[in-house]
């Protein structure tokens, strides 16, 4: 059983692009909503981005117009987040769980490292 595999980081220059992918075998995952967390050195973890079963999402306003979150149709299990345009202030791990969180279980997560 897969449960909240998180892959996709990596350094990347200011401006520059990434896809973040999280996959989650549980019946839960893909009957919920699942949100994109992320946690820079020193900071709480913060909420990124939701998207719900049918697909309706929604952006904390620091990443509005730049990341986007999908799910991937054929495979319920897996859900995308796309970084655009990233600034310095990005770099974090990204986590995905579920949203509301249940229980008290993270992945590993991916760093994402936004510099030149």
């Known amino acids: 059983q897969v449960q909240l595999v998180e892959s996709g980081g990596g350094l990347v220059q200011p401006g520059g692009s990434l896809r973040l992918s999280c996959e989650d075998s549980r019946i839960i995952f893909s009957i919920n909503t699942v949100g994109w967390y992320r946690q820079a050195p020193g900071k709480e973890r913060e909420l990124v981005a939701t998207i719900t079963r049918l697909g309706s999402t929604n952006y904390a306003d620091s990443v509005k117009g730049r990341f986007t979150i999908s799910r991937d149709n054929a495979k319920k299990n897996t859900v995308y987040l796309h970084l655009n345009t990233l600034k310095p202030e990005d770099t974090a791990v990204y986590y995905c769980?579920?949203?509301?969180?249940?229980?008290?279980?993270w992945g590993q997560g991916t760093q994402v490292t936004v510099s030149s």
């Open positions: 769980n579920l949203y509301p969180i249940v229980g008290h279980y």
